[in-house]
């Protein structure tokens, strides 16, 4: 199955309503053989608005760590568990969410084939690594998808709130997240 056919699923999908409030779905965007894979939960109010993923402020704060790393945004892949934005960002149940990851985003990873998968948040690595708790507890442990490693860290959202609410926990927020895509950039690089 090519992502071409999948992206065109998620364009015309109406399996829940979830897609009833905005009827727009975000694809994943970035390159179809990357070695990294980033997943988050659900598109924002700016990527429902440009129809691509991680475009807004949390999206910015992916990028300036990417180029922190000296990779470029176009040599990885994105995607979320959900492909539309549910009403008022609330985050949708488990059950509709893997519904939705199962559909899509499992297909998505056999084709993409990623080395190392980095979950974005705790929803993300609610699914792809089953375990259900803190973030601060499972972050940067390694994980697995099948043969495929996965490593969570925070979702850049949480980090741009935190920005602005607790300087200095950000500091040390931010550091654990570029500490855990380096680990798995380090992975992929030795896959």
């Not at 990357?34 to 924002?44: C, K, S, T, Y």
Request: charged content about 30%; proline content about 6%; hydrophobic content about 40%.
């Amino acid at each position: 199955m090519l992502l071409e056919e999948i992206i065109k699923e998620i364009a015309i999908c109406r399996a829940c309503d979830i897609w009833e409030h905005y009827k727009i779905n975000v694809p994943p965007e970035g390159n179809w053989t990357a070695r990294l894979m980033f997943v988050g939960r659900d598109p924002g109010r700016e990527e429902i608005e440009q129809g691509r993923p991680f475009v807004g402020q949390a999206g910015r704060k992916l990028d300036a760590l990417l180029k922190s790393l000296g990779i470029d945004r176009k040599a990885v892949f994105i995607s979320n568990l959900v492909k539309c934005r549910p009403l008022n960002n609330i985050a949708p149940p488990f059950a509709r969410a893997k519904f939705c990851a199962d559909r899509f985003l499992k297909r998505e990873i056999e084709v993409v084939s990623p080395k190392v998968i980095v979950c974005l948040g705790a929803e993300a690595a609610r699914y792809l690594t089953g375990q259900v708790g803190v973030m601060s507890r499972i972050r940067g442990s390694v994980y697995k998808y099948g043969e495929i490693p996965v490593i969570p860290t925070w979702h850049p959202s949480y980090l741009v709130r935190l920005e602005k609410m607790d300087p200095e926990a950000y500091a040390d927020r931010a550091w654990e997240m570029y500490y855990d895509v380096e680990k798995a950039l380090n992975m992929a690089d030795e896959e």
